[in-house]
């Protein structure tokens, strides 16, 4: 049914603004994603059923840490694992190119995305009061993928 993750390039941003906006409200356009998939430590990735994305995920990395800027699966292919599939996939890359800690900030009224982060590995480290449009918190979350020089288990 669906492929393996890839690595998305720039040239891909339309595809990727596609289903972002069709997992959010406000999605980012193209040129929005394609700018950030331009600028040094940021990396997108994907998984396709045939030539159609149905999941994503975009990183910004920094030094030995990185961001997820967002994470979507369409909604005809939810529950099927694959945004574990492409997050798994993208912290193993980013983990070998040195990045040791994850943060990411989910909506608290999100709580299917919660759970994905906790069985992920993610824990919650702060609160960001009203964060979103909609006025809900943002709950920050971190995961270390290296402590002290060891990969996490």
């Known amino acids: 049914m669906t492929g393996l993750v890839e690595r998305v390039w720039p040239t891909g941003a339309g595809d990727l603004a596609q289903l972002h906006a069709r997992c959010f409200e406000a999605g980012w356009s193209s040129g929005e994603i394609a700018s950030l998939l331009n600028l040094p430590g940021c990396t997108g990735w994907a998984c396709r059923s045939g030539t159609e994305i149905i999941a994503m995920a975009l990183f910004r990395s920094a030094a030995d840490e990185a961001e997820l800027l967002t994470l979507a699966t369409s909604p005809d292919h939810r529950r099927l694992g694959l945004a574990d599939k492409v997050l798994t996939t993208a912290e193993k890359a980013i983990s070998s190119q040195g990045v040791a800690r994850i943060?990411?900030?989910?909506?608290?009224?999100?709580?299917?995305?919660?759970?994905?982060?906790?069985?992920?590995?993610?824990?919650?480290?702060?609160?960001?009061?009203?964060?979103?449009?909609?006025?809900?918190?943002?709950?920050?979350?971190?995961?270390?993928?290296?402590?002290?020089?060891?990969?996490?288990p």
């Open 103 to 152: 943060f990411l900030e989910v909506s608290a009224r999100n709580s299917g995305a919660q759970a994905l982060y906790l069985r992920a590995g993610y824990g919650e480290i702060g609160r960001r009061r009203a964060y979103y449009r909609d006025g809900s918190d943002a709950l920050v979350l971190e995961k270390w993928l290296h402590k002290d020089g060891q990969m996490t």
